[in-house]
């Protein structure tokens, strides 16, 4: 079985991200980018799957600017086999990642498609479910647990509450939560190999995909900073002060 | 067993005199069409993570190294327009000298205001064009020796073990990395380079190395009081006398100003704290024009070597070379070390690849560099200054810079005589008992912060569960020895809030809070006992400095 892996170059999770002078995005100039932390546990749980027996072959791909060939090499380095890059300039809305995605999926035919559930940078959480919709296969989100047995995917979801374990039909989609495993590290000698694994690039037009925007980016802004807050003296002051003050109770 | 790797040549450090060494071979390896593998390991999670300066930098070197740079895309786009130089004489007052007065070192034409972070970071894609492999996240923690005793390579660290010594499910063992040669750029205090000066003894003919903590902010100012090309320079009030050191505010390209401080790490009053100092000093009127209703961006510090030619170590040993501030190449009459380290890792790529070329495979020793390091613009550089850092500690700022101002720019650095300042930084501390407490004013959050929020923006992370790497040699002296003594001092000299004294009613405890750690090594240098060890934690950990 192939598993195809989606990996999203964002803002390193360490990186205080700070809004651009004029307020119109994220300031991303010589910042530090990384694996997208959910994606980074996808490439772990095909590795794994792959490492069982389970899985063949292990193909990831991404969606972006030439730089996020570096975020493919680390997940070849980490074990996958192959890389796709579908090379763009913009920052393609969810539903135009989605169906980049479903041709790359008609074209590659993987038996499973895991993805993070979100990415850290616009926490969107909407790809997955997206191209499940578009390609009408079933979905199990926020995995913490994924098992192929017989012809069925049961995946554990994280749910409110408590755990959904469901069992979908292959080919499926899974995205993957916090908890699912804790990636390796890769190490030198995958680090040099992973330079001469294969990696195709592709543009959207290329995939017959014209990128359209359906949402405008008005401005960015920072949350306002936290006020210093006061000591007081009694119980009754307290009171006082969140009902007359604070007007909260 | 290990896993090893064999190269030709394993550089361990990404900073200026790394890549440019790197370059360096590469560049003579293509002109000879000789086959090179070159290795540059970094514990910065990308090149560029961990280098902090102020920056001016010299294009020398850069020129030489590549004479296309402009062409090229190197980050140095601001050229120097006016040097100021100031004397402040209190918290609102100060001269500003004439510029006949200036000790020549210190105008600045011809020189870029840039960050030196973003030139490594440019520096490393021309070395991974040239063909070098370079392994950011990765650090060199332990050094390899044959049994002759001559250097074999380094191992990195080993990842994935949790604080208590146990192997987690992400463990992954260090690799050894073999090299016919070795060089360690590692800047000031590097860990390897401390062993290496002890195993080798290279610091045995020379003077005392001398040592400054630099701290460094990075603020957005309004376009209206921003003026590119502009430096300050000054030193005197917040510092008292007997305490040396000086700031910089440069206007640098983005409607961006860095401001810093560098305190000299020979200071005897114990209650000092570096980053009160530093705090303090942004509301003296000469930098609060320009900060005032602007916004800091980022933060950060990073030890500095400073004994310039007087305390030069032996560069080389069996195996291997020390390179750039690893080995204290910087000019501090021009407090400029990027173009210094630069061309010393440029001269150790040429006599490590004339020496490949000639067959050696690293079991002699590269005497040769000294030769080729004598005839060089380097040293004669180091050496004509090598009298204003020993003047400004023996004679103070006023007379010590009458004297720099003779000795460079009416004598070239060319005195007769040679002063020396041979006393180690550490045993210059007093007791407490000799001087009363600093009364340092709170943080206004507006130009001056606390210690917390500011190394929050220098995004510093260190994986969590991993044993700390802040080592004591004895576990009880910080509690017996240096708190009656000195208060502990440590809680004061470390910009990042690593260590803390605390209080209960069992008595005191020290803490060590490593995952705050800006990797500056000013604890290793500074603590009065030597009972602290900085070694490299899991790679990839420190600080994310963008644009220092």
């Known amino acids: ?249 | 067993m290990r896993e090893s790797m064999e190269f030709d040549v394993v550089i361990v450090g990404a900073g200026p005199s790394g890549l440019a060494a790197a370059c360096r071979l590469m560049q003579q390896a293509k002109e000879a069409e000789r086959e090179l593998t070159v290795c540059v390991v970094e514990k910065g999670s990308e090149v560029g993570a961990h280098i902090l300066s102020g920056a001016i930098i010299e294009p020398r070197a850069l020129e030489e190294l590549f004479p296309d740079w402009k062409k090229m895309g190197a980050p140095l786009n601001t050229p120097v327009t006016e040097d100021q130089l100031f004397m402040l004489q209190s918290d609102n007052k100060s001269i500003k000298f004439p510029n006949l007065v200036v000790p020549k070192t210190m105008h600045n034409q011809g020189n870029y205001i840039a960050s030196l972070g973003n030139l490594c970071r440019w520096l490393g894609e021309q070395a991974e064009q040239l063909g070098v492999e370079i392994f950011p996240g990765f650090a060199a923690s332990e050094i390899l020796y044959h049994e002759d005793g001559s250097v074999k390579g380094i191992a990195t660290g080993d990842m994935g073990i949790s604080e208590s010594g146990v192997e987690k499910d992400s463990y992954m063992q260090g690799m050894e990395l073999h090299a016919k040669y070795t060089l360690f750029a590692e800047g000031c205090r590097g860990h390897l380079g401390k062993e290496l000066y002890q195993k080798f003894d290279l610091d045995k003919d020379n003077d005392a190395q001398h040592y400054g903590l630099g701290l460094k902010e990075l603020w957005d100012i309004t376009p209206d009081k921003h003026q590119p090309g502009l430096v300050l320079h000054g030193s005197g009030w917040p510092l008292s006398k007997g305490t040396g050191g000086g700031f910089f505010l440069y206007h640098t390209e983005n409607c961006q100003v860095v401001v810093g401080l560098i305190v000299d790490l020979s200071y005897e009053n114990p209650y000092l704290s570096p980053f009160d100092e530093f705090q303090r000093l942004k509301h003296h009127p000469v930098l609060k024009q320009y900060l005032e209703g602007a916004k800091r961006v980022s933060y950060g510090a990073r030890a500095i070597t400073k004994g310039g030619f007087n305390a030069l170590p032996k560069m080389t040993f069996s195996g291997g070379l020390l390179i750039g501030c690893n080995s204290g190449t910087l000019n501090f009459a021009k407090i400029k070390g990027t173009h210094t380290a630069m061309k010393s890792g440029m001269l150790a790529a040429e006599e490590v690849f004339s020496a490949l070329n000639n067959g050696c495979n690293g079991a002699k020793e590269l005497t040769g560099f000294e030769t080729r390091f004598k005839d060089s613009w380097l040293y004669e550089e180091l050496k004509q200054s090598r009298n204003f850092g020993p003047a400004m500690h023996k004679f103070g700022a006023i007379l010590g810079g009458t004297f720099n101002f003779i000795d460079q720019n009416i004598c070239k650095g060319r005195l007769p005589f040679t002063l020396r300042d041979n006393k180690v930084d550490y045993a210059q501390l007093k007791v407490i008992s000799d001087y009363s407490p600093i009364d340092y004013p709170k943080p206004d959050s507006k130009l001056s912060f606390d210690k917390l929020s500011s190394v929050f923006l220098s995004n510093t992370n260190h994986e969590e569960d991993q044993p700390c790497h802040l080592k004591l040699k004895d576990q009880a002296i910080p509690i017996t020895q240096n708190l009656p003594k000195y208060l502990e001092p440590a809680q004061r000299y470390c910009p990042a809030g690593v260590y803390e004294v605390i209080e209960d009613e069992s008595g005191a405890h020290f803490q060590i809070n490593g995952q705050n750690c800006l990797h500056c090594k000013t604890c290793d240098i500074k603590d009065p006992a030597q009972n602290i060890t900085w070694v490299t934690p899991e790679g990839g950990g420190g600080p994310n400095y963008p644009n220092m």
């Open chain 1, 1 to 249: 079985m192939k598993i195809l892996v989606t990996v999203k170059r964002v803002i390193d999770y360490n990186v205080k991200a700070r809004v651009n002078a004029d307020n119109t995005d994220v300031d991303l100039a010589n910042t530090k980018m990384a694996l997208n932390p959910f994606c980074e546990i996808a490439v772990e749980e095909a590795i794994r799957l792959k490492e069982s027996g389970t899985a063949t072959e292990v193909v990831v791909v991404s969606i972006g600017p030439k730089a996020c060939q570096e975020q493919i090499r680390t997940s070849l380095a980490l074990g996958a086999d192959r890389g796709i890059h579908i090379e763009t300039d913009s920052m393609p809305e969810s539903l135009n990642v989605a169906k980049l995605l479903a041709k790359v999926v008609n074209a590659e035919q993987p038996g499973l498609i895991i993805m993070g559930k979100q990415a850290i940078d616009s926490d969107n959480n909407q790809t997955g479910q997206m191209l499940a919709a578009l390609l009408d296969i079933p979905q199990g989100t926020f995995a913490s647990k994924v098992e192929l047995i017989g012809d069925k995917v049961h995946v554990t979801r994280e749910v409110d509450g408590g755990l959904q374990t469901v069992a979908l039909n292959i080919p499926a989609i899974v995205t993957t939560d916090l908890r699912l495993n804790e990636p390796r590290y890769a190490s030198l000698p995958n680090i040099m190999k992973a330079k001469r694994k294969p990696l195709v690039v592709q543009t959207p037009a290329d995939l017959g995909i014209e990128l359209k925007t359906h949402s405008k980016l008005l401005k960015v802004e920072a949350p306002a900073e936290r006020q210093a807050g006061i000591k007081v003296n009694s119980i009754e002051e307290l009171i006082e002060k969140l009902k007359n003050e604070a007007k909260v109770i």
